[in-house]
């Protein structure tokens, strides 16, 4: 094996256990932390690709054959749903959405990873506010 299936195996086995931890754990809130981390690690593995490959290798890679234009639409799709879910959510914690859904729209994973941080940031801002106000007794 190659570094390369090396990578791809390691990374099936991180989403994997991440998807038991979601559906065994069953979190309320989302973390902001993990959702910037994972795109911040994505956008620096994204770089390294564009400077090895070229820019590119995008279009090539999903234009080749049947399965890359496949991977394409099952890309695009899937970050369309994602929006569909979160712009709701994004709207009601103040959030411009205009410029996230470009930062989505051009960078797919990197940009939506980003704008759930800035969401799950607000919410759970939002939230500890909300306790905080609660918690004190009325003068």
Not at 99 to 109: E, Y
Request: glycine residues 6%; charged residues 5%; aromatic residues 12%.
């Amino acid at each position: 094996m190659d570094y390369l299936q090396i990578l791809f195996f390691l990374v099936y086995a991180a989403t994997t256990c991440a998807g038991v931890y979601l559906l065994i754990a069953k979190p309320t809130k989302g973390s902001a932390l993990a959702a910037a981390s994972l795109s911040g690690l994505f956008l620096g593995y994204t770089l390294i690709q564009i400077w090895q490959e070229g820019v590119m290798m995008f279009f090539i890679n999903h234009s080749a054959n049947l399965t890359g234009i496949q991977v394409w639409w099952d890309l695009v799709m899937a970050t369309l749903i994602a929006l569909f879910f979160i712009l709701p959510r994004a709207r009601k914690v103040g959030m411009n959405v205009i410029p996230w859904a470009l930062l989505v729209g051009s960078t797919a994973s990197i940009g939506l990873l980003a704008m759930c941080a800035r969401l799950f940031w607000l919410e759970n801002a939002a939230s500890a506010s909300n306790a905080a106000s609660h918690a004190q007794p009325a003068a």
